[in-house]
């Protein structure tokens, strides 16, 4: 992750953090809803950024992302370290389950892109299960580059879709 | 769905010249060739319904041709003669004045639902006329189709090749931001007329492929949250998952030119492989078992083999390997990746989409992976389809943050064009020739 990349993370955590609950039932934004289906809802409580124990704290302060060089399914040392965070976060809060959303960039056809995005979830998946969390609280899906969160077509908003998202529902009462 | 009844009939000619002159023929090449002008004046109303066809159809027909870029319309507007009548003959000299070569003259009549569609073919040059004529029956709803059967059969008539105006294309209509894109399934003639929507969009669909028969469409769906295979009525519209594998994503769904199987890929613990469903019986069969990623599969039209794509070497490339498993052969080996290998209905050519450079093409090979050819490049193109005669390849392009449309290109490289379609729309699969 580059310099850029930290500063817009921290703005968007920053912008996140001022907004009173911004996309309420909605966890790990960004992501592709991954628990929704056909519009299926989950609801939960994102709380306080600086609560170590809130959904919003994962999401920003630990992150919920971790980022792929192009056609690459290997973590970066970033990603590791990015991960290592959020194992720790979800052996603290067993009360969580887990889809890892895997994605891709436009730079690549549908159907690969799909498979590349289904590798890149079992990368991430592996790193959480060898770091103690539980496999069965762990599933994957790959959205290929179905789902973007950057709209350019240009390597910045590339280098921000191909990644992996670690999407935590439950824990309502939390 | 309506079905089109055709009548085969020969129409008698009373004035036709001996046969002394070359038939007129045109020869597709791979080298620039000069289309061939040719004339289609209004077809003759030959009663007061089938008055409001009579344009309409010759114009269908005019625009299937031309649009082959093989042919070019001398304009109405130029010609000489009026065509009053069906059955008289036609003056060659007033034609051959318009520098037209060919001439297609038809007639239309519509009795209640009934539409009933004649036309023959003069080669002009010769002063004869090619072929026998035909009549086509149906109801009013399929007048278009039968506009585009008798394009198809002027085609095949001159060309030698087999037509392909009369075939659908199911394809992935867009809507929506690129964020949160909406797709649906749909259906369309190959012109991009009668478009007709299947899924409703709540879930996202990708990459369909038309059974043999064109009746039935499969395609992989998000409806569960995950990556399914769904397989569509497409007469019905009804839909129902297969080949579900547990804790697997199932995707890139193809069938057997038999139309009894599929084969698709799986993902599962990192690695996608490659697995054969018999749609009879259930019974599923593991084709390729790699560390690597293996999907995109194509079977060639005798059933025997299938191509697809892995980058078990690295980056994306181009393998065949026998169709119930075995060892893979790769085929591509130039610069880039390669993906998506579509087997040609004649068996004889691989389409594929390859990244080089920072750009996207489609192209061909022979299937055994030699005298590569790129047929277009742009910022991405992507996934081709086989028109039903092998000639033309259509595919989807999208320019540098624009959206997705669908284009088309003949084999040739020439006669790139855009499909006119009003919105957004990706993943073309072309259905065979319509009964």
Same mark, same amino acid.
């Given at each position: 992750?580059? =310099? @850029?990349?930290?500063?817009?993370?921290? #703005?968007? &955590?920053? $912008?996140?953090?001022?907004?009173? *609950? /911004?996309?309420?039932?909605?966890?790990?934004?960004?992501?592709?809803?991954?628990?929704?289906?056909?519009?299926?809802?989950?609801?939960?409580?994102?709380?306080?950024?600086?609560?170590?124990?809130?959904?919003?704290?994962?999401?920003?302060?630990?992150?919920?992302?971790?980022?792929?060089?192009?056609?690459?399914?290997? =973590? @970066?040392?970033?990603?590791?370290?990015? #991960?290592? &965070?959020? $194992?720790?976060?979800?052996?603290? *809060? /067993?009360?969580?389950?887990?889809?890892?959303?895997?994605?891709?960039?436009?730079?690549?056809?549908?159907?690969?892109?799909?498979?590349?995005?289904?590798?890149?979830?079992?990368?991430?998946?592996?790193?959480?299960?060898?770091?103690?969390?539980?496999?069965?609280?762990?599933?994957?899906?790959?959205?290929?580059?179905?789902?973007?969160?950057?709209?350019?077509?240009?390597?910045?908003?590339?280098?921000?879709?191909?990644?992996?998202?670690?999407?935590?529902?439950?824990?309502?009462?939390? | 769905?309506?079905?089109?009844?055709?009548?085969?009939?020969?129409?008698?000619?009373?004035?036709?010249?001996?046969?002394?002159?070359?038939?007129?023929?045109?020869?597709?090449?791979?080298?620039?060739?000069?289309?061939?002008?040719?004339?289609?004046?209004?077809?003759?109303?030959?009663?007061?319904?089938?008055?409001?066809?009579?344009?309409?159809?010759?114009?269908?027909?005019?625009?299937?041709?031309?649009?082959?870029?093989?042919?070019?319309?001398?304009?109405?507007?130029?010609?000489?003669?009026?065509?009053?009548?069906?059955?008289?003959?036609?003056?060659?000299?007033?034609?051959?004045?318009?520098?037209?070569?060919?001439?297609?003259?038809?007639?239309?009549?519509?009795?209640?639902?009934?539409?009933?569609?004649?036309?023959?073919?003069?080669?002009?040059?010769?002063?004869?006329?090619?072929?026998?004529?035909?009549?086509?029956?149906?109801?009013?709803?399929?007048?278009?189709?039968?506009?585009?059967?008798?394009?198809?059969?002027?085609?095949?008539?001159?060309?030698?090749?087999?037509?392909?105006?009369?075939?659908?294309?199911?394809?992935?209509?867009?809507?929506?931001?690129?964020?949160?894109?909406?797709?649906?399934?749909?259906?369309?003639?190959?012109?991009?007329?009668?478009?007709?929507?299947?899924?409703?969009?709540?879930?996202?669909?990708?990459?369909?492929?038309?059974?043999?028969?064109?009746?039935?469409?499969?395609?992989?769906?998000?409806?569960?949250?995950?990556?399914?295979?769904?397989?569509?009525?497409?007469?019905?519209?009804?839909?129902?998952?297969?080949?579900?594998?547990?804790?697997?994503?199932?995707?890139?769904?193809?069938?057997?030119?038999?139309?009894?199987?599929?084969?698709?890929?799986?993902?599962?613990?990192?690695?996608?492989?490659?697995?054969?469903?018999?749609?009879?019986?259930?019974?599923?069969?593991?084709?390729?078992?790699?560390?690597?990623?293996?999907?995109?599969?194509?079977?060639?039209?005798?059933?025997?083999?299938?191509?697809?794509?892995?980058?078990?070497?690295?980056?994306?490339?181009?393998?065949?390997?026998?169709?119930?498993?075995?060892?893979?052969?790769?085929?591509?080996?130039?610069?880039?990746?390669?993906?998506?290998?579509?087997?040609?209905?004649?068996?004889?050519?691989?389409?594929?989409?390859?990244?080089?450079?920072?750009?996207?093409?489609?192209?061909?090979?022979?299937?055994?992976?030699?005298?590569?050819?790129?047929?277009?490049?742009?910022?991405?193109?992507?996934?081709?389809?086989?028109?039903?005669?092998?000639?033309?390849?259509?595919?989807?392009?999208?320019?540098?943050?624009?959206?997705?449309?669908?284009?088309?290109?003949?084999?040739?490289?020439?006669?790139?064009?855009?499909?006119?379609?009003?919105?957004?729309?990706?993943?073309?699969?072309?259905?065979?020739?319509?009964?």
């Amino acid at each position: 992750m580059n =310099l @850029t990349t930290k500063s817009l993370l921290l #703005l968007a &955590g920053l $912008a996140l953090a001022a907004c009173n *609950n /911004p996309r309420p039932g909605m966890f790990g934004g960004g992501g592709a809803n991954g628990f929704g289906g056909e519009g299926g809802i989950t609801t939960g409580t994102l709380g306080d950024p600086n609560d170590p124990r809130s959904v919003a704290h994962f999401q920003q302060r630990i992150g919920d992302r971790v980022f792929f060089d192009d056609n690459s399914s290997d =973590l @970066t040392p970033e990603g590791r370290s990015t #991960l290592s &965070g959020q $194992a720790a976060w979800l052996r603290a *809060n /067993p009360q969580f389950a887990v889809v890892v959303e895997g994605h891709a960039d436009e730079r690549g056809t549908r159907e690969y892109n799909v498979a590349l995005g289904a590798r890149r979830a079992d990368t991430v998946q592996r790193f959480l299960i060898s770091e103690g969390v539980a496999a069965n609280r762990l599933r994957t899906v790959s959205y290929g580059k179905e789902r973007p969160v950057e709209a350019c077509a240009e390597p910045r908003c590339w280098n921000r879709n191909r990644r992996a998202v670690t999407v935590v529902s439950g824990g309502a009462a939390g | 769905m309506t079905r089109l009844l055709i009548a085969f009939l020969a129409l008698w000619m009373g004035f036709g010249m001996a046969a002394q002159a070359q038939p007129l023929r045109l020869q597709i090449t791979e080298g620039v060739i000069e289309p061939m002008p040719f004339a289609v004046p209004a077809f003759v109303p030959e009663d007061q319904g089938g008055g409001q066809y009579a344009e309409a159809l010759s114009r269908v027909v005019a625009a299937n041709l031309s649009g082959t870029g093989l042919f070019r319309e001398v304009s109405p507007a130029a010609h000489i003669a009026r065509i009053t009548s069906f059955d008289a003959g036609v003056s060659y000299p007033d034609w051959r004045a318009v520098n037209a070569q060919a001439l297609i003259v038809g007639s239309v009549a519509a009795s209640g639902n009934n539409l009933t569609v004649k036309f023959r073919l003069f080669d002009v040059v010769s002063g004869q006329q090619m072929g026998q004529g035909l009549q086509f029956a149906g109801t009013v709803q399929d007048w278009r189709r039968m506009a585009h059967k008798v394009s198809d059969a002027v085609y095949s008539q001159i060309t030698g090749e087999g037509g392909y105006f009369d075939s659908r294309v199911v394809f992935v209509a867009e809507s929506g931001p690129r964020e949160n894109r909406v797709k649906r399934l749909a259906i369309m003639d190959q012109d991009g007329q009668n478009i007709r929507t299947l899924t409703d969009g709540r879930a996202l669909v990708i990459a369909p492929r038309v059974s043999p028969t064109g009746d039935k469409a499969v395609y992989t769906t998000y409806q569960t949250g995950s990556p399914r295979i769904a397989l569509m009525d497409l007469r019905s519209g009804q839909a129902q998952l297969v080949g579900e594998i547990p804790g697997a994503m199932t995707f890139s769904p193809r069938f057997s030119p038999d139309g009894r199987a599929l084969v698709f890929s799986a993902a599962m613990g990192g690695t996608t492989d490659l697995f054969r469903l018999d749609l009879g019986t259930g019974q599923m069969v593991r084709l390729t078992n790699s560390p690597a990623i293996a999907t995109a599969p194509s079977f060639s039209p005798d059933g025997r083999f299938l191509t697809f794509e892995s980058d078990r070497s690295g980056a994306s490339q181009i393998y065949v390997m026998p169709a119930n498993g075995g060892e893979a052969q790769r085929i591509s080996f130039g610069q880039g990746r390669y993906s998506t290998p579509v087997w040609s209905p004649r068996g004889d050519l691989i389409a594929f989409t390859k990244s080089h450079a920072g750009r996207f093409h489609i192209g061909v090979m022979r299937s055994d992976g030699s005298e590569e050819r790129l047929l277009t490049a742009s910022f991405l193109d992507e996934g081709p389809t086989w028109a039903p005669n092998g000639r033309v390849i259509m595919f989807t392009r999208e320019a540098q943050g624009g959206d997705p449309a669908l284009y088309a290109v003949d084999i040739s490289g020439r006669n790139l064009r855009r499909v006119p379609l009003s919105s957004s729309a990706s993943d073309p699969a072309w259905g065979p020739l319509l009964p």
